[in-house]
């Protein structure tokens, strides 16, 4: 596998040779590339051999490996995205790009357990963005390689086809832990919330926030079976009793607010999964993660990947390095 | 190891929570808090245990040649 940040006339080139492409940059850049088997998302942050950078000028670019088929690019509205995982190819899998804010990063991120066929087959992918500074001007974008159009109001899939012996597999390392904290329970599902239980007892989340002093740069994790799901805070406001979050909170889960994490680099480290090496297809990596452990100009284990407003493994992910892994099939 | 079929009863203990192994496999993972979420929600009847229990096996059946579930099959039927 392949993952570098290219020039355009780099990635032109792979495009036009019929190379599988999984493309991250600047809006600008993507638009001047050619229909091919190619989706791609705009992000200007990235994870890169030399560790987090913003690059304007390049493409980060993931090929990929040798015997993979691309069989083909879908795209999906807020009225079709249910069909998501019944589309995948029972001989893959799918990576998805759906853009920050649009009605089908909503209704995925809200419904997707609910859909048919979820978690059949693997979905990873990431939510396209914008640098920070342009948020609320620019809007953030997916492009179909099938055309090189650009979407606002759709999610791309690529389907990538297995040759015969080879499994894909996706992981995710998160490494935010429960604290021993009150449990937070959610009356309904959404991206807001007002009021909660917290140990059971009612209140308003953003009082409860403001008068215990959480620090909102660590998300809510619920236990998800064994794997710890974050939640990030988007924003409170003790004015209208309303917090707001990145991902949807779900009824019938409890949250817990992580405990602190010291050094991220150390501590993501000793947290990759040994021996992912040499099979790792695709990775990608939070914003929040990148901010908030201030990832700019330092490495993360070789792990490279575009920088994101939400991973997908499966379904939406808050704060979280999902990553897919090609291996040989068991006998 | 093959995958049992769904009149196993352990497909059914998996997913009203009778039996809990920690799974390696996170696909397992989602879509066990996906089925518990609907049973506890939806009353947990014959008709989606079963249900459920038939989309677990399933899971398992799409993605028997992983590692991870090969794992959690030997950790379920031994």
Request: hydrophobic fraction near 40%; proline fraction near 6%; include cysteine.
């Amino acid at each position: 596998m392949s993952q570098h940040l290219f020039s355009v006339e780099k990635v032109e080139a792979l495009i036009r040779r019929g190379a599988g492409l999984l493309l991250a940059g600047d809006e600008s850049l993507l638009r001047r590339l050619p229909p091919g088997n190619w989706i791609g998302g705009t992000i200007p942050y990235f994870m890169a051999e030399g560790g987090g950078c913003v690059d304007h000028q390049r493409i980060f670019v993931n090929e990929l490996p040798a015997g993979l088929e691309v069989t083909g690019i879908r795209r999906y509205g807020d009225g079709d995205i249910e069909r998501i995982y019944s589309d995948l190819p029972t001989n893959g899998f799918g990576v998805v790009i759906a853009p920050a804010s649009s009605k089908v990063h909503l209704s995925f991120a809200l419904n997707a357990p609910k859909y048919d066929g979820f978690a059949m087959r693997p979905l990873i992918g990431w939510i396209s963005g914008v640098h920070l500074s342009e948020l609320g001007r620019v809007t953030p974008k997916v492009f179909d390689g099938n055309s090189s159009e650009a979407l606002d109001q759709q999610a791309v899939v690529m389907h990538v086809a297995l040759p015969p012996g080879k499994v894909a597999e996706i992981g995710i390392l998160n490494i935010f832990k429960e604290s021993d904290g009150p449990a937070i329970t959610f009356p309904t599902s959404g991206f807001a919330a007002s009021t909660v239980e917290v140990d059971g007892r009612p209140c308003n989340l953003a009082e409860f926030i403001e008068e215990s002093g959480l620090d909102t740069r660590a998300p809510l994790v619920a236990d998800y079976c064994g794997t710890n799901i974050n939640v990030s805070f988007q924003a409170v406001d003790r004015a209208k009793g309303e917090v707001r979050f990145y991902a949807p909170v779900f009824p019938g889960l409890r949250y817990h607010h992580a405990k602190p994490v010291s050094d991220y680099v150390a501590e993501f480290a000793s947290g990759l999964p040994r021996g992912i090496d040499g099979k790792l297809a695709f990775s990608c990596n939070c914003i929040l993660n990148y901010l908030h452990s201030g990832l700019e100009g330092r490495s993360t284990g070789g792990i490279v990947g575009p920088i994101t407003f939400g991973e997908v493994a499966y379904q939406l992910l808050n704060q979280t390095m999902v990553y897919l892994t090609i291996d040989s099939a068991c006998a | 190891m093959q995958v049992p079929p769904t009149a196993h009863p352990a497909w059914t203990g998996l997913v009203t929570g009778k039996t809990q192994i920690q799974f390696s496999f996170l696909g397992a993972r989602m879509f066990m808090v996906r089925a518990q979420l609907e049973l506890r929600n939806g009353g947990g009847t014959p008709e989606m245990t079963r249900k459920c229990a038939e989309q677990l096996r399933q899971l398992f059946a799409q993605n028997a040649e992983c590692n991870s579930v090969q794992q959690d099959l030997a950790k379920i039927f031994g």
